[in-house]
């Protein structure tokens, strides 16, 4: 079976990560060589880093089984189509179009969307039956968590081979109706916002914060090292359209966040959010 990741950012490079170990062929494609570039280097890490703990993974093997693109051209025959690009409805939209006219008829098309609607991107598709969501969690080599995501039109085979694949590679999933934020990140969200807002009135220190959500609510990481994880600039595109979709005040954008994207402090990727790395 031939896998194909579009967008090779934090989320794509791990989902192709995970399908290769898994022993599928996988292709990643990027607009950006320098993008391409980068995940080889982090999936080459993990894999590293992954083999001291896992003997069984042979980082060589995995990496022969992944090829790196520019040329989206090169998934038209593969079996599965996840599409992990940037958070904004119209640019993934087109690129469902592209695929949907580009991929052969068997082919399942799916994003990893956080907070857009899967329907959306369906409805500039004609095989609306053979489109779900897949929502990996980051980093995705490490969660066990998948959500896979229902439109009205999505058919059960459609579930069944995402589910079945994702068990193939030891992980679980849950299954959701087509709703912003889906399950987790629909708990996760509001919280991080807090906790940047708490920041933002200098009411506590970040390490303050997420030492409190540690130690107070046994939360493994704190909100604010999460948030460096997600990456603030999509946190900022999610806070955003579930604000002018929903104008719910728990979907309001601290201005703190706004400053740090403008900054180009986006967390982990840029090498500064609300720690330095
Ligand atoms: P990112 O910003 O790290 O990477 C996005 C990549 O997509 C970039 O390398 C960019 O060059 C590429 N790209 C943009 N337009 C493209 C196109 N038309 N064709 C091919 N490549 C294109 O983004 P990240 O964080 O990996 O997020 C990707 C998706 O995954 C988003 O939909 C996000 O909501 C979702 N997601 C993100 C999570 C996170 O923790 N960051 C967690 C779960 C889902």
Redesign the pocket.
């Known amino acids: 079976m031939k896998i194909a990741v579009?967008?090779?950012?934090?989320?794509?490079?791990?989902i192709a990560q995970v399908f290769a170990t898994s022993g599928y062929q996988v292709i990643l494609?990027?607009?950006?060589e320098?993008?391409?570039r980068?995940?080889r280097d982090m999936i080459d890490r993990s894999l590293t880093k992954l083999t001291k703990k896992n003997l069984s993974i042979d980082p060589l093997e995995v990496l022969s089984r992944l090829s790196f693109t520019?040329r989206?051209q090169m998934v038209h025959d593969a079996d599965l189509v996840i599409?992990?690009?940037?958070?904004?409805i119209e640019?993934?939209k087109?690129?469902f179009q592209?695929l949907d006219e580009l991929c052969q008829a068997k082919t399942i098309l799916a994003?990893?969307?956080?907070?857009?609607t899967i329907s959306d991107m369906a409805s500039v598709t004609k095989r609306k039956d053979r489109v779900c969501g897949l929502?990996?969690?980051?980093?995705?080599p490490l969660m066990n968590l998948v959500e896979i995501t229902a439109t009205d039109e999505t058919s059960d085979e459609t579930l069944q081979f995402a589910e079945n694949l994702i068990k193939q590679m030891n992980k679980e999933s849950i299954r959701v109706k087509d709703t912003p934020l889906f399950v987790v990140?629909r708990l996760l969200v509001p919280m991080i916002s807090e906790a940047i807002a708490l920041v933002e009135e200098g009411t506590a220190s970040p390490t303050d914060i997420d030492k409190a959500m540690k130690l107070g609510a046994s939360h493994p990481i704190g909100p604010l090292w999460l948030a460096d994880?997600?990456?603030l600039?999509?946190?900022l595109?999610?806070q955003e359209s579930l604000f002018v979709k929903t104008k719910d005040s728990k979907y309001r954008v601290p201005e703190l966040l706004r400053k740090m994207v403008s900054n180009n402090e986006?967390g982990r990727?840029s090498g500064k959010g609300f720690y330095k790395y």
């Open positions: 579009i967008g090779s950012g934090i989320m794509g490079n791990g494609v990027d607009v950006s320098h993008a391409l980068t995940a520019t989206i599409e992990a690009i940037t958070e904004n640019t993934k087109r690129l592209e994003s990893n969307t956080s907070s857009l929502h990996f969690f980051n980093p995705v990140n994880m997600i990456g600039d999509t946190l595109h999610i986006l990727k």
